[in-house]
């Protein structure tokens, strides 16, 4: 079959129909990118200087008592500035400690405050900028796809060639306007990133302004209980017993208070925790709680209808149960013990307390305990377990009050050793299932193919050891020595 060859009459008209076809599809596209062109937005203004004003005289006058506290004798007047002082002198001396709190707070903000500012200020003249050039560049790449059409000329198929030479030279001019976009991008990156630095500042700043109130709080507590008792703080020897001394409230005890907050858990968990307790001293009408804390074993004792009362060497925890209306004494346990007639107690607890004393004092407080003890009544010690490793290297360790370690057979022969006749040991407060090791599941076996005895043989070997780490080490976080008189 042969091909007529195309007449140039007809070659002609269809190039011309190309090349309108090619102009006019030009055409429609270089209209969709003039109309895609980007206006300038309206750009917010850079922020206002921060307010400095109030700083220098809030500096000068914070102090509202810059004299001091007015001199008090035993004249007339002398007395009667000494009973108005005491009226008014505590709020004043709390009104200026948070005047001096928040002076030194906003000194401490005024270079921060700049600092954002100027970074705003900054990154706002920064974006316009960019959003210039950027606008200088679409108008620059419109210009230059104008220019093409002179190029454009299907009548001539080296057109090809120089296409080639405009599509790399607008891949390079995209390539560089990506390379300035995403240096738009880490800038604007970098500069969010100072927000949540500025967050983390601010929840540490919080943090410790809420221990420094809690901190103040409870000084003013103990500076006016001193007053109102005529009580002068001064040094003592420490008693023959090794305790600490409790005829002065212990000016540092909140820190303890804190730690408990923090690290022990809060009262409604340790409430959780004690309840088990209750069942152990019913009908109980006089139980001694040593080391009664927070109080909330207590609270769980006033609302079960069981009579207690409890001791404590830390002043504000003593404090704290107080307020709480629960009955509570600031002394150590075996000058307490000392002080009852012998079966006087019908039951006895310290819950987390024996790891705090000394080997010589805990013998004496569980031989003290023995002769208070009514017969048959309850004594409870609960406390840390050593041989969980969880429990000893995160709980054990972390507490800096802790003196020894005791062993669950330790402790049970130094009660049984006191004349206890009933003594057992129950554990408490189990690893959790997630933090002990895991055993190593056995491949499935496939269809047909017997499982290789090496194999079996080396799964069975490491669960074995596992759950032998796990029976040594990952077992009970707390223990019990129950013991009955």
Same mark, same amino acid.
């Given at each position: 079959?042969?091909?007529?060859?195309?007449?140039?009459?007809?070659?002609?008209?269809?190039?011309?129909?190309?090349?309108?076809?090619?102009?006019?599809?030009?055409?429609?596209?270089?209209?969709?990118?003039?109309?895609?062109?980007?206006?300038?937005?309206?750009?917010?203004?850079?922020?206002?200087?921060?307010?400095? !004003?109030?700083?220098?005289?809030?500096?000068?006058?914070?102090?509202?008592?810059?004299?001091?506290?007015? @001199?008090?004798?035993?004249?007339?007047?002398?007395?009667?500035?000494?009973?108005?002082?005491?009226?008014?002198?505590?709020?004043?001396?709390?009104?200026?400690?948070?005047?001096?709190?928040? #002076?030194?707070?906003?000194?401490?903000? *005024?270079?921060?405050?700049?600092?954002?500012?100027?970074?705003? !200020?900054?990154?706002?003249?920064?974006?316009?900028?960019?959003?210039?050039?950027?606008?200088?560049?679409?108008?620059?790449?419109?210009?230059?796809?104008?220019? #093409?059409?002179?190029?454009?000329?299907?009548?001539?198929?080296?057109?090809?060639?120089?296409?080639? *030479?405009?599509?790399?030279?607008?891949?390079?001019?995209?390539?560089?306007?990506?390379?300035?976009?995403?240096?738009?991008?880490?800038?604007?990156?970098?500069?969010?990133?100072?927000?949540?630095?500025?967050?983390?500042?601010?929840?540490?700043?919080?943090?410790? *302004?809420?221990?420094?109130?809690?901190?103040?709080?409870?000084?003013?507590?103990?500076?006016?209980?001193?007053?109102?008792?005529?009580?002068?703080?001064?040094?003592?020897?420490?008693?023959?017993? /090794?305790?600490?001394?409790?005829?002065?409230?212990?000016?540092?005890?909140?820190?303890?208070?804190?730690?408990?907050?923090?690290?022990?858990?809060?009262?409604?968990?340790?409430?959780?925790?004690?309840?088990?307790?209750?069942?152990?001293?019913?009908?109980?009408?006089?139980?001694?709680?040593?080391?009664?804390?927070?109080?909330?074993?207590?609270?769980?004792?006033?609302?079960?209808?069981? /009579?207690?009362?409890?001791?404590?060497?830390?002043?504000?925890? *003593?404090?704290?149960?107080?307020?709480?209306?629960?009955?509570?004494?600031?002394?150590?346990?075996?000058?307490?013990?000392?002080?009852?007639?012998?079966?006087?107690?019908?039951?006895?607890?310290?819950?987390?307390?024996?790891?705090?004393?000394?080997?010589?004092?805990?013998?004496?407080?569980?031989?003290?305990?023995?002769?208070?003890?009514?017969?048959?009544?309850?004594?409870?010690?609960?406390?840390?377990?050593?041989?969980?490793?969880?429990?000893?290297?995160?709980?054990?360790?972390?507490?800096?009050?802790?003196?020894?370690?005791?062993?669950?057979?330790?402790?049970?022969?130094?009660?049984?050793?006191?004349?206890?006749?009933?003594?057992?040991?129950?554990?408490?407060?189990?690893?959790?299932?997630?933090?002990?090791?895991?055993?190593?599941?056995?491949?499935?076996?496939?269809?047909?193919?017997?499982?290789?005895?090496?194999?079996?043989?080396?799964?069975?070997?490491?669960?074995?050891?596992?759950?032998?780490?796990?029976?040594?080490?990952? !077992?009970?976080?707390?223990? @019990?020595?129950?013991?009955?008189?």
């Amino acid at each position: 079959m042969t091909v007529e060859p195309e007449r140039l009459e007809d070659r002609l008209a269809r190039l011309e129909r190309e090349r309108e076809d090619a102009n006019r599809q030009y055409n429609e596209r270089l209209t969709a990118v003039d109309q895609a062109l980007l206006g300038r937005p309206e750009f917010p203004h850079a922020p206002p200087a921060y307010d400095e !004003t109030q700083i220098t005289p809030l500096n000068r006058s914070w102090d509202i008592l810059p004299e001091g506290e007015p @001199a008090l004798d035993r004249s007339l007047k002398g007395r009667l500035r000494g009973f108005i002082w005491r009226v008014i002198g505590p709020p004043l001396i709390t009104q200026k400690a948070f005047n001096a709190a928040l #002076v030194d707070h906003l000194n401490r903000n *005024v270079s921060a405050h700049r600092e954002a500012e100027r970074a705003i !200020t900054t990154t706002v003249a920064l974006i316009r900028q960019q959003t210039d050039a950027l606008m200088r560049f679409q108008s620059t790449l419109l210009a230059l796809l104008q220019s #093409v059409t002179l190029y454009v000329d299907t009548r001539d198929r080296s057109v090809g060639g120089q296409a080639d *030479v405009v599509n790399a030279a607008l891949s390079a001019l995209a390539d560089d306007w990506l390379k300035h976009w995403e240096s738009l991008l880490a800038r604007e990156a970098r500069s969010e990133s100072k927000h949540p630095a500025l967050l983390s500042a601010y929840g540490e700043l919080k943090e410790q *302004v809420t221990l420094a109130q809690q901190s103040a709080l409870l000084l003013k507590r103990e500076v006016e209980q001193l007053i109102s008792q005529g009580l002068h703080v001064h040094a003592e020897t420490a008693p023959a017993s /090794g305790q600490p001394d409790t005829g002065a409230p212990d000016l540092d005890s909140f820190k303890y208070v804190g730690f408990e907050d923090r690290f022990r858990g809060s009262q409604t968990t340790i409430r959780e925790r004690l309840a088990d307790y209750l069942p152990v001293f019913a009908g109980a009408s006089r139980v001694l709680d040593i080391g009664c804390g927070r109080g909330e074993l207590l609270d769980l004792f006033r609302e079960a209808g069981v /009579g207690a009362y409890g001791i404590d060497t830390n002043h504000s925890m *003593v404090q704290v149960c107080r307020e709480r209306g629960l009955a509570a004494e600031c002394t150590d346990a075996v000058s307490h013990l000392q002080s009852l007639q012998d079966g006087s107690l019908d039951g006895l607890i310290a819950i987390q307390v024996v790891e705090h004393l000394e080997p010589a004092y805990l013998a004496r407080l569980i031989e003290l305990a023995f002769h208070k003890l009514k017969p048959n009544a309850a004594m409870v010690l609960e406390t840390l377990n050593p041989a969980c490793w969880v429990a000893f290297f995160e709980s054990y360790l972390r507490d800096v009050t802790h003196r020894w370690p005791l062993h669950p057979d330790t402790l049970r022969y130094m009660v049984q050793a006191s004349g206890f006749s009933t003594v057992t040991v129950q554990y408490r407060a189990p690893v959790a299932e997630m933090d002990r090791l895991q055993r190593v599941p056995l491949p499935p076996a496939r269809e047909g193919v017997e499982q290789d005895p090496t194999m079996v043989d080396l799964v069975d070997i490491v669960n074995s050891h596992a759950d032998k780490l796990n029976a040594r080490l990952f !077992t009970f976080m707390d223990y @019990a020595v129950v013991a009955r008189r």
